[in-house]
């Protein structure tokens, strides 16, 4: 027998329409209609039953080729035959038989038992001993039966959840079109507006030109009217001469005729070159000479479309392409990878270092940008932002940036006087020049303690090198300290001076030779400038009150050469005085 098959929903009580309900076939659950013609219901086929054992085989065939017919069984095979019962107690045998236990199909004496991993099938014991399961991989069947029912249960939880999140959906794409339609009714609501508005200002246009031309109509009508006028006055005035000079030729008395003769002559000279100078010559064309360019108006009229009438969208800073060197700072940033919205450019902004507001430092459509001249050793936040015609994007993520704590750069050739020699990556310079020559470093400070070395390479018949700091546009053929736009210290063999402005202060004994050291000590937290010589502070605070952009200067002629050192801490001498209260 086959295992029982618990009943589907509703399949017990379906059955055609206009039969009433019919004894039905164990194990089946269709419906049997009555014979045609009616006959006897289920009590009269059991009395037939009761009265012998051939009339009870006549109903059974009889019944048999009824379902062959209805083709709900298999003519052939075990269930073919049927044991017939009401359909009352049908439903409680079904409800009340136990479970049956199924058995091996190549084995029929033999229950399944144990469960093939390999095959995926249930299999009997004499399946594992002779079969060709013995080589396979198995399991207890109700510790399978029990996992594979686990795994239908959570598979039916995620089908569940997905399920659930598949109405969710379907009520997001129902709304969708509910929103579709009302934006598309405002969207043509507002196409049909900006198109009418366009029609008016053609109208209007329209107007105005039609009233141009009305303004050359009534022009060319006053010309001609003002020439026809003129043209009939003259006609007459020409006519009555005419008359009169012929009856002037009509008389006989010659001195009388002699007497006007002449005036009467120029006179009809004069009339006749009066006549010859453009007077019988239209002062006016009949043709319009205007002329309607409408063509570029046709073109932009064929090229009216839309555009996107959204914001871009934030961009993103990326993270990995971002970074800092000395006081510069690198960003690089890019729309959202689903974006397609037209972005025209980008706002980079960075704040002040300390905190403070943000500022623009580059707008324009590239995607990268290098910011100098920020402050050593400083905490700088970037944010950036695109924009196109419709309007400006949220700002990105902010991005927090730190600069280096200490400077490192190098002399910088494009300022420096075309008499100075570079070497050693421009870290070593000297001069072609007896006079002095000033070069000065490519990085600028405002801000905070900075502090460099300058080592005396060659120092040949004791000269006077100046080092320092100056402004961009300091002199740069002349001694460092010649003009107000450097502070420095000039050193010759035995002492040094401070100078600005060539005024000459703080003599102090003490010099400079082949392998000497001089340090330059920028402090712009206090706006002082201080010198030191092998380590040593040379004389006191050289100067005060220093406010603005600085740049690392030196001055020199052809027999000094020195070399760039950067990138130090504080020399000892200052660091103990900085921690003295």
């Known amino acids: ?116 991993v390999q095959c995926k099938s249930p299999v009997c014991y004499q399946c594992l001993e002779e079969g060709k399961h013995s080589s396979h991989e198995v399991k207890a069947l109700g510790a399978m039966w029990k996992l594979h029912k686990s795994q239908l249960s959570q598979a039916l939880n995620g089908l569940s959840d997905r399920a659930k999140e598949a109405k969710e959906f379907l009520v997001q794409l129902r709304n969708m079109v509910q929103q579709i339609q009302e934006n598309s009714v405002e969207f043509e609501a507002c196409l049909v507006a900006q198109c009418d508005a366009l029609i008016d200002a053609l109208n209007r246009r329209k107007a105005q030109l039609l009233s141009r031309v009305n303004k050359e109509h009534e022009h060319k009508l006053k010309v001609v009217r003002d020439q026809i006028s003129h043209c009939t006055v003259k006609l007459r005035q020409t006519t009555g001469l005419m008359e009169y000079c012929l009856e002037v030729i009509k008389e006989n008395d010659p001195s009388g005729f002699l007497q006007i003769s002449d005036a009467l002559i120029r006179r009809v000279h004069l009339t006749e070159d009066q006549w010859g100078k453009g007077t019988l010559t239209p002062r006016m064309t009949t ?231 001089v340090g330059v000590l920028l402090d712009l937290t206090r706006r002082t400038l201080t010198f030191s010589i092998n380590e040593d502070q040379q004389g006191p605070v050289a100067f005060e009150n220093l406010e603005g952009l600085f740049f690392p200067a030196v001055s020199l002629n052809r027999n000094v050469q020195v070399t760039l050192h950067t990138g130090l801490p504080v020399p000892e001498f200052y660091a103990s005085r900085s921690a003295m209260p």
């Open 287 to 517: 043709d319009f000479d205007l002329n309607l360019d409408n063509a570029p108006l046709l073109q932009s009229i064929h090229q009216l479309d839309f555009v996107q009438m959204k914001v871009p969208a934030p961009p993103i800073l990326q993270l990995e392409e971002c970074c800092t060197h000395n006081n510069s700072a690198t960003l690089s940033w890019k729309q959202p990878p689903l974006s397609t919205v037209q972005v025209e450019g980008y706002i980079l902004e960075l704040d002040d270092g300390n905190g403070g507001q943000f500022r623009e430092v580059y707008v324009g459509k590239e995607t990268m940008c290098t910011v100098d001249g920020l402050h050593f050793n400083s905490t700088y936040s970037a944010r950036v932002k695109a924009f196109n015609k419709s309007g400006v994007s949220p700002y990105s993520k902010t991005l927090v940036l730190q600069t280096s704590e200490v400077a490192w750069f190098s002399f910088d050739p494009s300022s420096a006087h075309a008499d100075i020699i570079f070497s050693n990556d421009n870290l070593t310079v000297t001069c072609n020049s007896y006079d002095d020559r000033v070069v000065l470093g490519k990085t600028g400070f405002s801000k905070g303690l900075h502090y460099w070395e300058l080592s005396i390479d060659r120092y040949d018949n004791h000269p006077d090198p100046a080092f320092g700091v100056a402004r961009i546009d300091v002199l740069k053929d002349a001694m460092l300290g010649k003009d107000d736009k450097a502070w420095a210290m000039y050193v010759d063999n035995n002492r040094s001076w401070f100078m600005h402005n060539n005024s000459h202060t703080n003599r102090t004994e003490g010099g400079i030779t082949k392998g000497a050291t």
């Open 1 to 116: 027998h086959l295992p029982a098959v618990p009943p589907q929903p509703g399949a017990g009580r379906a059955r055609a329409a206009g039969f009433p309900p019919q004894p039905v076939a164990g194990g089946c659950h269709r419906s049997l209609p009555a014979r045609q013609g009616g006959g006897p219901a289920l009590p009269a086929l059991r009395e037939g039953a009761q009265g012998g054992g051939r009339h009870v085989r006549a109903v059974r065939r009889l019944l048999l080729r009824s379902l062959r017919r209805l083709r709900c069984h298999p003519p052939r095979g075990p269930l073919a035959k049927h044991r017939l019962v009401p359909p009352a107690q049908g439903r409680v045998s079904r409800r009340l038989s136990p479970r049956k236990i199924s058995t091996c199909t190549d084995h029929e004496l033999e229950n399944h038992s144990m469960y093939c």
